[in-house]
């Protein structure tokens, strides 16, 4: 059972998602402790990005939880943890300009924003079945279960690297 071939898919894909959420963390880590300098704040920011594009019709809010940011497109509304609400750092600017990226992809009709937004609701599913499928099959010795397990998180890998290019355009909207 430990030397299923499986395993070949589960390493690097684990260490993959590892390693971007180390990064991800680290940046903003560093970047939270730099204050901007005109001492605005992720909601500021967001808003005025929002007026430069004309979308005076999307709200931004604040939510809980620490890297919990994004764009709601189902009711037009950029949400931003406490510290990107709140927070003058570079990062707080930062996330904020990339939620509001997302917002102004939206408006555009940015087709492959549409699509990931169309497959999310599987891609959640396989986020939090993967775990829990692998435990069971590894604890019951049910290679299948295993299996499943990987083929899931394998297809939330897949997902995240297919959603790339709308991410790295939604900071290129931000920067602009």
């Known amino acids: 059972m430990f030397l299923d071939p499986?395993?070949?898919?589960?390493?690097?894909a684990l260490a993959l998602a590892f390693f971007a959420q180390l990064r991800v963390r680290s940046a903003?880590?560093?970047?939270?402790?730099?204050?901007?300098?005109?001492?605005m704040t992720g909601y500021q920011a967001a808003r005025r990005i929002l007026e430069m594009n004309n979308l005076h019709d999307v709200n931004v809010e604040e939510v809980q939880g620490t890297l919990s940011d994004h764009y709601d497109p189902r009711d037009r509304t950029v949400r931003?943890?406490?510290?990107?609400?709140?927070?003058?750092s570079l990062a707080a600017l930062s996330v904020a300009a990339h939620e509001v990226g997302h917002a102004i992809q939206h408006a555009t009709g940015y087709s492959p924003l549409k699509i990931r937004h169309s497959i999310l609701p599987v891609t959640n599913l396989g986020s939090w079945a993967a775990f829990p499928l692998f435990?069971?099959?590894?604890?019951?010795?049910?290679?299948?279960?295993?299996?499943?397990?990987?083929l899931f998180f394998a297809g939330v890998v897949v997902f995240h690297l297919v959603t790339l290019p709308v991410e790295f355009n939604a900071s290129s909207r931000a920067i602009k």
């Open 28 to 39: 903003f880590k560093k970047y939270s402790q730099i204050p901007n300098r005109r001492g």
């Open 6 to 12: 499986t395993f070949l898919l589960l390493i690097p």
């Open 135 to 150: 435990m069971i099959g590894f604890l019951f010795r049910s290679p299948l279960m295993m299996d499943l397990g990987i």
């Open 80 to 88: 931003l943890s406490t510290d990107n609400y709140r927070g003058a």
